[in-house]
Nanobody, 123 residues
Framework: QVQLVESGGGLVQAGGSLRLSCAASGRTFSSGAMGWFRQAPGKEREFVASINWSGGGTYYADSVKGRFTISRDNAKNTVYLQMNSLEPEDTCVYYC????????????????WGQGTQVTVSS
């Protein structure tokens, strides 16, 4: 079993930055992939970014490319999402995800989810 705990959400003005963290416990994930998804009220959960086990492969949704950066520290079993140039449209609950297979994360079906952290961007 794996537990994922997100932190770092909050309220920020448009154009500002936030960094989300997701700490994994219960099982080391140095050989697995991790990612971030988000969900706005009344909308489906959508893929944001993912990273492979080594950190050398990253993938982004077009809507965040160039503004968000995903990274990981395997020694700390933690994945990060640096969010810059935030827009009101980025207001969502952000979820961390983990899976041994990167393909499962990219398909939107990871084995493990965090509980989510709210990000609100004011205009």
């Amino acid at each position: 079993q794996v537990q994922l705990v997100e932190s770092g959400g909050g309220l920020v003005q448009a154009g500002g930055s936030l960094r989300l963290s997701c700490a994994a416990s219960g099982r080391t994930f140095s050989s697995g992939a991790m990612g971030w998804f988000r969900q706005a009220p009344g909308k489906e959960r959508e893929f944001v970014a993912s990273i492979n086990w080594s950190g050398g492969g990253t993938y982004y949704a077009d809507s965040v490319k160039g503004r968000f950066t995903i990274s990981r520290d395997n020694a700390k079993n933690t994945v990060y999402l640096q969010m810059n140039s935030l827009e009101p449209e980025d207001t969502c609950v952000y979820y961390c995800a983990a899976d041994q297979r990167l393909s499962d994360i990219l398909a939107g079906h990871p084995d493990y989810w965090g509980q989510g952290t709210q990000v609100t961007v004011s205009s």
